[in-house]
């Protein structure tokens, strides 16, 4: 099986992010191994990533939720052939309905990414752990008219 | 961590480890990190603490391993003014990722700490000052 580069997994982290902010779902899902576990940037625990999926579709790949986001440079550390860690920060903004109607914007602008990518028995790179985390607090800032 | 034990704190992570610190908004080398926490915690008057809650660990072959767990810290140090400050964590998270190096030791590779909300941070009135 071909040993993970650099590059590949700047690209693939790339590639996540087009997708996300693309919002396409089904695509994005696949990035993920079904073991894998995650922090979101607001959680207080740790979850599997299926159910981060779930929620993460709810709330920002609705048609009414837009999502921006700018990343700097992302440091890979390779563990082996088949086992990568990608860190990087980046800015990161988001739109969205809340449940009761109205509409906020988030801005993170100091968002923090680690994401363990492994090479599945396909060859395919998926997350098997990712930590997502804000140096600065954060507070969803109510727009008018909604 | 807490400034209990004789091991030195930066023996704990390869010389390559890469550490988002709770605060940082670029990561950083881990044994940097380890040093300046070992001079944050340590001096004299200064006491820190942290409770762990279960530690969740995720196998990754043979050498790697990945820790997540939440933690609460609380600390006793001097603020960037000289002056002394509690602080604590009340929500914090941690991912740490082990790697068995050449000598059979593990050592943490990577480590991403961060609070869900924010720490609390008060300055401690001195006396007779």
Known sequence: ?146 | MSGKSNEKLEDLYSPAAIIFTGKAKRSESGRLVAVRRMRQLSGPNLASGAELDAIEVQIAGTDVAIATYTYRFHSHRMGKDGSREQRNTLFGRSTQIFQRDDGGTLRIVHEHLSSAVPPKVEKEQTSGA
Not at chain 1, 53 to 81: H, M, Y
């Open chain 1, 1 to 146: 099986m071909e040993h993970i580069g650099k590059e590949e997994i700047r690209a693939v982290v790339q590639t996540f992010w087009n997708l996300f902010t693309a919002k396409s779902k089904s695509e994005f899902d696949q990035f993920y191994s079904p073991v894998a576990t995650v922090f979101a940037a607001d959680a207080r625990r740790s979850e599997p990533a299926r159910l981060m999926l779930v929620r993460r579709a709810r709330e920002l790949f609705g048609p009414g939720s837009a999502v921006g986001a700018k990343l700097a440079t992302i440091d890979v550390q390779l563990l082996r052939s088949d086992l990568a860690i990608a860190s990087y920060a980046f800015h990161f903004s988001v739109t969205r309905n809340l449940p009761g109607g109205k509409r906020v914007r988030v801005e993170v602008p100091f968002g923090r990414a680690t994401q363990v990518f492994q090479r599945d028995e396909r060859g395919i790179l998926r997350i098997i752990h990712e930590h997502m985390s804000s140096a600065e607090p954060v507070s969803p800032q109510e727009l008018p008219g909604a």
